[in-house]
Structures are given as C-alpha cells and as structure tokens.
C-alpha cells in the first residue's frame, strides 16, 4: 500500500506543501489548450471550400497578421520527438521541392488579404528550419517579404538548431531582421542525449546562443524537457545550473508526451523513463531553481525574465495563447504556411494536410491544401475566453465575462462551479462570489481547472481522452 508523503513546492518564494495523492489525482490525461476547440474536435468535413470561405470572410478585417511558416525537414529523428517532422540528409534535394510549393501557397494567400494589413508576427518552426540553407533562408524570405507588409516592429522569430546551425544561417537570419531565436536543448546529461538520439554538448550550444546574443537577436528562448528517460533530479538540476550561466530571455520547460501509440519510437526507452514522484520531483527542482534565478513562472511551461514582455501582457491582462503556446500577440489573425499548419482565425481553425504527398498534390492542382478545420461556435468562444483566462492568468472576474458575452456567470456555470468544489478542497482554486482564482497550487494544475470548462473534453468518451498528453 502507498503511503502519503507531504510534498513540499517553493514557488516565486511562496512555499505550498499538499499530500502526495493530489499529484495521481490531478496527473490525468489534458489537453494543453493552445486552441479551444483542441484540434481532435476538428473535422475532415471542414475542406478547402469552408477554408476559402473564411479567409474571403476576414478580407475587409482590419485585424494584424501573425503568420506562421513550417518548415518540416530534420537531419536526424530524437526519439522523443512529438512534431511532424521528415527526417533526411538529402538537404537541398528535399528542401528545393518543398520550398516551390510553399511559396505558391504564400502567394496565394498574399494575393487574398488586404495589403495594408501588417504583419505584426511571423514565426518559422518546424522541424529544423535552418535545415534550409543561407541562400534558401534569404529566398523564403524575400518572397514572404515581397508579399505582406511587416509592421516596423515585427516579432520575427525562427526555431533553430544548435548542432546544425551555422555562423552564416545565424548572420543572415540576423540581417534579414529576424529578432527572436528560439533553441532546443532538452538535458545536458550525456546519458539522456544518447538515450534520446541528441548529442548536443553544453559548448556546442553555448557556442551558437553566443553567436546570436553578438548578433544582438533581442530575444532567445531554451527549450528544455523534464520526464526523459534516466533524467534525475540531480543531471536535470545540472543542466538548469547551465543554462541559467546562458542567461536566456525566456525558457520553456516541457513535460515529456509519452505517447507511444502515436510515436512507435518513443516505445525504446519506456522502462528507462523516470518512475513514481520522480518526475514531479525534477520539474519541482527546476521550477524552483528558475525562479530563484529571477525567472517568473508565466504558467503551464514558460518562464520569462521580469522585463520581458510576457510578464508586462501578464500584467496588464492582454497575454493570450495560441499554436506557439503564450502570446503577446492578442487580436492577430494567425494564417499557417507549410505542411501541418494550423491557422487561427476568430471563427474558424483550419489544419494542413500532415503529409508531403497530399499537401503537393493540392498545391500542384491549384487546390488549397487544407485537411480539416472547425467553424468556431458562440459557446465556443464563451469557453474559450474562459480557459484563457485561466491559463494565461490565473484569474477570472466573472463580471469580465458577463459583460462581454451578456451572461450570469453562476446561473450559466452551475455545473462547472460545483465540479470546482473538489479543486477548492484541494487549494487547488479560490472560488469567490466576484472571480475564480488559481492559486499557487493551482497554477501547477492550470490544464486540470480548464479541463473543468471544456464542454467538448467532458463529452469525450475516454479512449479518446488518453490520446492527450498528462497534465504533469
Ligand atoms: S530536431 Fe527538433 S523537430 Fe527535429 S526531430 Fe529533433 S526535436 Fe524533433
């Protein structure tokens, strides 16, 4: 029989202990809501037509742009990897292709929108987007360029990749006026990177987040993944110690999706992973260690230095998510580019078909290569306000949704209100007659609250609910 253990958690300088069932009990199958509808509630039936008909919809907008390019081709596979990725080393041979479909694809929508709509965010992700050469960097560009008007002060990132990034891709990248860098790194542990298939030495990184901080890039994010296998709470807590030394902007701390049956890779080291409380033991540890650093904890998995933007959008209530996790960036349409995207409009998701077959073969017949979507309802978007407060806030005054959606909130939520009672016991909420608040606890469990108000998740039946990843 398992014993309780008080676990201990020293957050932003306040310390929470609560019994260790609360971790089995919260530690369930969640969506990590980076759209509401989530994704698998989108429908094959949604195709080019309803896409067309959206985008002709927002021609008169006046909203901002935030474009999204995928960009899908990797030199190796990490085995832990959950993104839709084409491994290769046939580099231009690949990339050549691809890149001519794309670019018809960004003229066909450049042709569409507004030109005097601005781009206020552009983000290439993939995939290893410096898997495309300097002068392939330079091409895409020009042609995005040539197509949409940037707004003077642009968000322009690009995921790169340390072990495969060269000093000419990080300067042209530069000159072209990307400004934010985001780069995996994962662990340090030797043991881990062999395990996971990713050889990348604390000095090779630090050689190439140096090179982008002398570039003068104005912000670099670490992504880093707690739960790999034969990570410990002592290699982890020395990989963190490194990269507070990198200094970076922003660190993104993802829980390991151990998701087999979607990932057959993933399946090799699955007695190596960590077991128990273990897991929750690392990521307490570099919680803890980051915000001693300074760092604030955003929610869910993003930290941020206190002057950095995310922190000001927290404050003044404007943070907001979307595909790329936390955003600044509230009110922008989101047009997807490439292989897989997603766009986000303000009633409609539309997907990419997932595979280079099918999205050629639409780009080659002139079809749009959408695969599903979903047209967004008015309950929809009610829950949606909801769970972006609390996600990005922690908080929500009733009296904030009651006026923009003409509602009583606890007449409206009764239901949800009563299932919340169970997270108040278990601190893990505030429930007060004026506003729901996360509370320290809670904002570990910040999925498990929003989990409360999807009406589509409490729908599900559940061998469709363990398709998502763990809260923890
Ligand atoms: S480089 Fe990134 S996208 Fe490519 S396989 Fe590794 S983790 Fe996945």
């Given at each position: 029989m398992r014993t309780t253990e008080l676990i201990e958690i020293d957050l932003q300088g306040e310390q929470v202990f609560f019994p260790s069932e609360i971790l089995g009990k919260y530690n369930q199958p969640g969506p990590r809501y980076t759209s509401y509808?989530?994704?698998?509630?989108?429908?094959?039936?949604?195709?080019?037509?309803?896409?067309?008909?959206?985008?002709?919809?927002?021609?008169?907008?006046?909203?901002?742009?935030?474009?999204?390019?995928?960009l899908p081709f990797c030199q190796s596979l990490c085995l832990f990897c959950g993104c839709n990725v084409v491994i290769s080393k046939k580099g231009e041979e690949i990339s050549a292709p691809y890149l001519s479909r794309l670019k018809k694809e960004i003229d066909w929508l450049g042709a569409r929108l507004d030109p005097s709509r601005?781009?206020?965010?552009?983000?290439?992700?993939?995939?290893?987007?410096t898997y495309l050469t300097a002068e392939q960097i330079e091409e895409l560009f020009a042609r995005l360029a040539s197509r949409f008007k940037f707004a003077d002060d642009a968000e322009i990132g690009i995921e790169i990749e340390p072990r495969t990034t060269s000093e000419e891709q990080c300067r042209t990248l530069r000159r072209l006026g990307f400004n934010r860098i985001s780069m995996g790194v994962q662990d340090f542990d030797p043991l881990v990177q062999k395990t996971i298939n990713r050889i990348q030495p604390y000095e090779m990184t630090k050689a190439v987040f140096d090179e982008c901080r002398n570039l003068g890039f104005d912000s670099i994010n670490i992504d880093l993944i707690y739960g790999l296998p034969h990570q410990?709470?002592?290699?982890?807590?020395?990989?963190?110690?490194?990269?507070?030394?990198?200094?970076?902007?922003?660190?993104?701390?993802?829980?390991?999706?151990h998701v087999p049956w979607l990932k057959k890779q993933q399946g090799s080291f699955a007695k190596h992973l960590p077991q128990g409380f273990e897991k929750f033991r690392i990521f307490r540890r570099a919680i803890e260690q980051l915000t001693e650093a300074g760092y604030r904890y955003i929610g869910m998995d993003h930290f941020a230095r206190p002057n950095d933007e995310l922190c000001h959008a927290q404050d003044d209530r404007t943070l907001t998510r979307n595909f790329q996790g936390y955003t600044t960036k509230a009110g922008c349409d989101l047009y997807g580019l490439g292989v897989s995207?997603?766009?986000?409009?303000?009633?409609?998701?539309a997907q990419n078909w997932r595979e280079l077959p099918s999205y050629y073969e639409a780009i080659d017949q002139d079809r749009?290569?959408?695969?599903?979507?979903?047209?967004?309802?008015?309950?929809?978007?009610?829950?949606r306000a909801i769970i972006n407060r609390i996600l990005c806030h922690?908080?929500?005054?009733?009296?904030?949704?009651?006026?923009?959606?003409?509602?009583?909130?606890?007449?409206?939520?009764?239901?949800?209100?009563?299932?919340?009672?169970?997270?108040?016991?278990?601190?893990?909420?505030?429930?007060?007659r004026e506003a729901i608040t996360v509370t320290t606890l809670g904002r570990i469990f910040m999925r498990n609250v929003a989990m409360i108000f999807d009406a589509r998740l409490n729908r599900t039946d559940q061998a469709r609910r363990q398709t998502f990843s763990r809260t923890l």
């Open positions: 509808p989530t994704a698998p509630e989108w429908s094959d039936s949604f195709g080019e037509d309803e896409w067309q008909a959206a985008i002709e919809e927002t021609i008169a907008s006046r909203a901002p742009i935030s474009l999204y390019v995928h601005r781009i206020e965010q552009m983000h290439w992700g993939g995939g290893t987007p410990t709470v002592e290699g982890f807590t020395q990989t963190v110690e490194k990269i507070l030394l990198l200094n970076p902007d922003r660190i993104a701390l993802f829980s390991y999706a995207a997603i766009s986000s409009l303000e009633n409609v998701y749009l290569p959408v695969m599903r979507g979903l047209r967004i309802t008015p309950e929809d978007k009610l829950r922690g908080f929500l005054p009733k009296a904030e949704i009651e006026q923009e959606f003409g509602i009583e909130f606890d007449e409206r939520f009764a239901p949800e209100l009563d299932r919340l009672r169970e997270l108040e016991q278990d601190q893990l909420v505030r429930l007060d």
